[in-house]
């Protein structure tokens, strides 16, 4: 296969009705305003996917873009993004993964795939070299990740391919149903795993020989041992390289900022087993995904059970959440077993924690009763029920059948006072932290382009209490900001400046295909723009300086807006639940103690982050706006006629 | 070249550990391996956990002694 370029923008429209592909390439100036990955996933979105079109009817694009610097020489390069109509919220549907997919998908000859239709019967893909094959999938369908892996990897008997699978979640359509890109690597949020499963596609095994020529290979290798050494060298990598993500809980546990009993209480105490320092007597070692030297991580086995034959990784941070403090459950058997559930029937481990919380809250409050449950005692710290309730969502029975709808659907099937109780946003359910205290935390989940998201805008180190002097060489670049910052985490000013810069830059690593871990997420020493101008330059050859990658960033970020905006997104959408604003937390640390947050101050933080955007007081772009950022024309009827 | 940041926080068996304390933000050297400390400035008793020789982190707190547990029961 001959070589390509690391900027071109390889596209393949697979038909799964008809099971044909053809090849595109996109636009070059497409790469320097929409970079690749999440981004340009977004303006692809805009283009394939028909305004308000069923998020699981054929017309529903699913699209999977590498990121510009997925596969190269620059570290943790591993992230490929996943793009639909998301049919958990209506919005966008958008998620991320590392693992080894994104990589291989270069070196197969693609940055993106855009894959349309609904084919007559179940079928896997395989692409490599430049082509899309279709194979029968019908004795696949109804096997779970880890068989359909297993069944893939001996009919292909090619180690080195990658596989992108669903499970039974995904086949029944499980509105918060994930994509599996191993035995853990997931996209997660946002139910791309149900879009895939109305496709009536099983799989897609990926394996490429081809090459990214790297611009200037001397100086990106030079580059890139740097960046290695700024962020292996941190004291919040040397913590995940031992106990991986996990590591959060300890702290956020100790403050009270951790979900407890769905909503009720703000900490688990006593909950030594959920520590991460827990896993050590089931970690074999740690594992890391393409390209990166932090290994977060833990490869795990248990000894007995229906899991005892196969590996598991993790538990990241949100499982000790999701299976531990949400559910009232203290053990991390349990986090590990449903772990090892949810991986394999193929469920958004956060989505799915917090349904069970809420329904474990509602079962608490008469609202649901062991009629609607299956006879299922859905009493807080009940292992075996939360287990059984994962499968039942799954598979849709009982309850589950309700619950996999997502939160607002199931709220409204249930009745009576449910959605009092449910804690999401745009339809999508938080991750299990408890954002009362922290102002800024919560801005950014009221505001995420995809629904209560951590993912998409958390200013981490606002936790910190960091010098303010630190913070100010953080968020003043690139674009020289001068306003307000303050380094108190339970201040509402100057927060909507952090929530902005975060978004931004996340969607820039997101657009690049770099891992979170290797920026200013959990340390204000990671690499950030400034970092990541050398990077790209050095691998693609692209001059993009860090105030250009900003207003790309920002331009990306607009765009996601405008494609909810066409969905029906209003300014009561970045809003959060009554719970947030009247009952205050009981527990924790004074500082995390008896707080709520003020409706008055939350809905000034939510208008000057609108500000600082160029958005109105609606949260609409302005016309300065969109013209700035090249994006005029693209609100309302982006794409009436459904792609090319 | 080698980052500020990894300069200052590259191992070093022969610096002292030093942790922060997660209710006031004090700094405070504890004994070499422990896995309880007290915080000098607040009081509050600590679990520590050591990620290697030179670098302790604090794990959660001693429950018996963290304020307000008294009527918990969940």
């Given at each position: 296969m001959s070589q390509v370029s690391v900027t071109s923008q390889r596209l393949a429209v697979i038909d799964l009705e008809r099971r044909t592909f053809r090849v595109e390439q996109l636009d070059p100036q497409l790469t320097s305003r929409f970079l690749g990955g999440r981004g340009l996933a977004a303006r692809l979105l805009m283009q394939y996917a028909p305004r308000?079109?069923?998020?699981?009817?054929?017309?529903?694009p699913l699209i999977i873009s590498a990121g510009?610097?997925?596969?190269?020489?620059?570290?943790?390069?591993?992230r490929v993004n996943f793009a639909a109509r998301?049919?958990?919220?209506?919005l966008l549907g958008s998620s991320n993964m590392g693992g080894g997919f994104g990589p291989e998908l270069r070196w197969a000859g693609f940055e993106h795939l855009v894959i349309r239709g609904r084919a007559s019967e179940p079928l896997w893909l395989y692409v490599r070299d430049g082509k899309v094959e279709f194979f029968p999938a019908a004795r696949l369908w109804g096997q779970g990740v880890y068989q359909t892996r297993r069944s893939l990897y001996a009919e292909i008997a090619d180690p080195r391919a990658q596989v992108l699978c669903i499970g039974p979640a995904g086949e029944n359509q499980v509105r918060f149903a994930c994509i599996m890109g191993g035995i853990k690597s997931a996209a997660g949020r946002t139910g791309m795993g149900a879009v895939m499963g109305s496709k009536n596609l099983k799989a897609i095994v990926c394996r490429g020989r081809g090459d990214l020529p790297i611009a200037r290979p001397e100086k990106a290798l030079e580059y890139n041992r740097r960046v290695i050494g700024q962020v292996v060298s941190s004291k919040v990598s040397r913590v995940m390289q031992r106990w991986?993500?996990?590591?959060?809980f300890d702290v956020t546990n100790t403050t009270g900022l951790v979900r407890t009993r769905n909503f009720q209480y703000n900490q688990l105490p006593r909950?030594?087993?959920?520590?991460?320092?827990?896993m050590e007597p089931y970690s074999q070692s740690m594992a890391a995904c393409f390209?990166?030297?932090?290994?977060?991580r833990h490869r795990y086995r248990l000894?007995?059970?229906?899991?005892?034959?196969f590996w598991g990784q993790g538990p990241e941070y949100s499982s000790l959440g999701a299976f531990g403090t949400e559910v009232g459950c203290r053990s991390m058997r349990t986090v590990l077993e449903c772990n090892h559930l949810v991986n394999d029937l193929g469920l958004d481990t956060i989505e799915t924690g917090s349904m069970i919380a809420w329904a474990m809250e509602l079962y608490e409050k008469g609202i649901l009763t062991r009629a609607d449950t299956g006879?299922?005692?859905?009493?807080?710290?009940?292992d075996r029920a939360v287990a059984e309730m994962i499968r039942q969502i799954a598979y849709r029975r009982h309850l589950g059948d309700i619950l996999a709808r997502g939160p607002l659907p199931a709220a409204e099937a249930i009745?009576?006072?449910?959605?009092?109780y449910l804690i999401q946003v745009k339809g999508m359910s938080s991750l299990h932290s408890d954002e009362r205290p922290t102002p800024s935390l919560a801005l950014n989940i009221a505001v995420a382009s995809r629904g209560?998201?951590?993912?998409?805008?958390?200013?981490?180190?606002?936790?910190?209490?960091?010098?303010l002097d630190l913070l100010e060489k953080v968020y003043r670049r690139p674009d020289g900001y001068d306003g307000p910052l303050v380094n108190?985490?339970?201040?509402?000013?100057?927060?909507a400046r952090m929530v902005m810069w975060q978004e931004i830059l996340y969607m820039l690593v997101d657009s690049l295909g770099?891992?979170?871990?290797?920026?200013?997420?959990?340390?204000?020493?990671h690499p950030a723009f400034e970092e990541f101008s050398q990077l790209v330059e050095y691998n693609t050859g692209l001059e993009l300086s860090a105030r250009q990658l900003w207003t790309a960033g920002w331009r990306c970020c607009v765009l996601e807006r405008i494609y909810n905006l066409d969905h029906g997104?209003?300014?009561?959408?970045d809003w959060l639940p009554d719970r947030f604003f009247d009952e205050p937390t009981p527990l924790g640390l004074p500082v995390a103690r008896g707080k709520c947050l003020d409706r008055e101050k939350f809905a000034a933080m939510v208008s000057e982050y609108y500000r600082l955007y160029g958005l109105?007081?609606?949260?609409r772009p302005s016309p300065e706006l969109l013209n700035r950022l090249g994006?005029?024309?693209?609100?309302?009827?982006?794409?009436a006629g459904g792609g090319q | 070249m080698m980052a500020a940041a990894e300069k200052k926080n590259r191992?070093?068996?022969g610096r002292q550990v030093r942790v922060r304390c997660l209710a006031c933000f004090a700094r405070f050297v504890p004994s070499p391996a422990s896995d309880r400390a007290r915080c000098?400035?607040?009081?509050l008793w600590w679990r520590l956990a050591w990620v290697g020789e030179d670098f302790a982190k604090i794990r959660g707190p001693v429950w018996e002694s963290f304020p307000g547990m008294e009527d918990v029961d969940i």
């Open positions: 308000g079109c069923d998020p699981l009817g054929p017309e529903n510009l610097l997925t596969g190269t020489m620059a570290s943790a390069s591993a998301s049919p958990l919220t209506g991986g993500t996990a590591f959060i909950s030594e087993d959920l520590e991460c320092e827990a390209g990166c030297q932090v290994h977060c000894a007995s059970g229906p899991y005892r034959d006879g299922l005692e859905l009493g807080w710290g009940n009745g009576k006072d449910s959605r009092r209560a998201d951590h993912l998409r805008g958390r200013p981490a180190i606002d936790l910190y209490n960091l010098p108190d985490w339970t201040s509402y000013r100057g927060k770099i891992c979170k871990f290797h920026t200013v997420f959990f340390s204000p020493n997104l209003a300014r009561d959408d109105d007081r609606d949260g994006l005029s024309g693209q609100l309302a009827g982006h794409a | 191992p070093d068996p000098p400035a607040c009081g």
